[in-house]
């Protein structure tokens, strides 16, 4: 704990920057006096922390920060005013990538559609029967050149909405200028509250390959919920986010105070 301690105030305090050598073990255990299974404890607990990377043959460094993505409530707003733009407008740029900062051609991008019964989860989500139909969409985008996951999430939708603009269920339009809410727009669908409950978890074993996440960094976990002027839940939608890569950011507009005393 000692030589975990006196190694994170260093890298935390800049004596030792990004990308920086740490000291081997033997030269921990000689600084310190102690066994090499001690520094390497120590070693250890500074990559659950998420300070240090390295293991597997190489020597541990003082981890380089990534890129961060801050991800603003403000965004739906702006997804809502794209919609009732022309067609060449709401194609220029996925939102998606808006939030990433990267150009479309840069990720890979992946769309899988399905239609399930809603279960009970859902069912109490939308207030509808536990066996009416959703439309299940799981939208990923990656970067080729690493394989390194970088957005991912999942919707669903009610069948019964959409039914009458079958295109909204044909996964040939999974990159649909203006998005969802373009998409409810042809139904004759305006949302009008996005409700964004956020938590938190540690990494499963296949979380941690697919984003290539190092020791010691959480999960965010983010539900949005859109209702209609009528009060309907029309999607919900669950994103998945590295807590290390990610700032989320809620802009909450306030109505003034009334000029009537």
Known sequence: MRIADDLRIQIESGQR????????????A???????????????????????????????????????????????????????QTEEI?????LAEDDMDVELDELEFTADYQTVPAGEKLAEAFDIDPSDELLQRIYEHSDPRTERLEAWSISWIPMKLIESNPAIADPANAAWPGGTLHQLYTVGIEVIEVIDDVTASMPSTVDVER??????????????TSV?????????TDA???ADRTVLNFHTPLKPWSSEK
Do not use: F, N
């Open 17 to 28: 920057q990004p990308g920086d050598a740490l000291p081997t073990l033997h030269q921990l």
């Open 30 to 84: 000689e600084q310190w006096a102690c066994s090499t299974t001690s520094a390497r404890t120590a070693i250890d607990l500074l990559k659950k922390q998420g300070l240090i990377t390295g293991g597997r043959g190489k020597a541990p460094v003082v981890r380089i920060p990534p890129r961060q993505v801050v991800r603003t409530s403000k965004r739906h707003q702006e997804e809502k005013d794209v919609v009732l």
């Open 90 to 94: 709401r194609s220029r740029r996925g």
């Open 211 to 224: 984003w290539h996440l190092p020791d010691g960094v959480p999960m965010i976990w983010c539900r949005r």
């Open 228 to 236: 209609d002027t009528e009060g309907r839940v029309v999607e919900v």
């Open 240 to 242: 998945q986010y590295p």
